[in-house]
């Protein structure tokens, strides 16, 4: 393949890859507790920008839409675009719940499924039949020490993530019952969107120590989606397209000429 052409194709594949993570973040920017993914550029190595290429045009041959990138914890798309999960907080919004609780430093919660450990940053809950604390899928929220299960539910919830309840008889004093698991990873942890807030990851997490965890109670955590940095960026993935776009063509056209002009000469 003509490099030109190579360069073009890789260009406008990146840009796709950027459309559908910012049509994502669109679609989520009202979803509590989503973090939005950022497309970006892999950094060229020691053999330059034509390498680059070629291991695009390579991976392309042989069929790759998506292979591990050359920085660990990224998801690399066409060979030279890594995707990431940005992990900045999102704003806190009241909502005066006892079963709602939102995280102000780094870390996760973590959720039990069927599939395995899942990790989110959205702490709104509800009790099921058996008492346990879950989300509203019904999928158990895991504390320190496994399941938490409250006979009231109305619990108090300090900023460590200890979690108390009334003793019966409507006294002031309190019995702990567990404790919310908080979580953290290694910053190449690659976390991947299994739908709305939740993330799951192949990496080990560390549990995050009472000194570092900060939780306020009745609120939770919107999405970290700046709409109008969206739509920006939108914009100018698709002006990139564009442009992309009609280098191949007038590429195509010049071919085409030079290939009369010599059928002429013959």
């Not at 190595?45 to 069929?63: I, V």
């Not at 120590?209 to 709409?227: K, M, T, Y």
């Not at 990139?240 to 010599?262: C, N, P, T, W």
């Amino acid at each position: 393949m003509s490099d030109v052409l190579a360069i073009t194709l890789n260009g406008m594949q990146q840009d796709m890859a950027r459309l559908e993570r910012i049509s994502m973040n669109i679609a989520n920017a009202t979803t509590p507790g989503y973090k939005r993914e950022v497309a970006s550029s892999l950094p060229v190595g020691s053999g330059g920008f034509a390498d680059a290429m070629r291991g695009a045009d390579a991976a392309r041959r042989t069929g790759s839409a998506a292979t591990m990138g050359a920085i660990p914890g990224t998801l690399a798309v066409g060979g030279s675009l890594m995707i990431q999960t940005d992990g900045h907080a999102g704003t806190l919004k009241t909502t005066g719940q006892s079963l709602d609780v939102a995280l102000t430093t780094p870390g996760f919660f973590e959720i039990s499924t069927d599939a395995g450990p899942t990790y989110t940053r959205l702490g709104s809950w509800q009790l099921d039949a058996r008492g346990r604390l879950v989300t509203a899928q019904g999928q158990p929220v895991m504390g320190v020490g496994g399941e938490i299960v409250l006979s009231r539910p109305n619990p108090v919830i300090d900023a460590t993530g200890q979690v108390f309840e009334n003793k019966p008889g409507g006294g002031l004093e309190t019995t702990p019952v567990g404790q919310l698991k908080v979580v953290r990873f290694d910053e190449a942890a690659k976390l991947e969107h299994l739908g709305g807030s939740l993330l799951r990851t192949d990496a080990a997490p560390v549990q995050v120590v009472d000194a570092d965890v900060q939780l306020r109670q009745g609120f939770v955590e919107n999405s970290n989606v700046n709409s109008m940095q969206e739509m920006t960026q939108l914009i100018q993935s698709m002006r990139h397209f564009e442009s992309m776009q009609r280098v191949a063509l007038g590429y195509d056209e010049m071919i085409g000429a030079a290939v009369r002009k010599l059928g002429d000469l013959s």
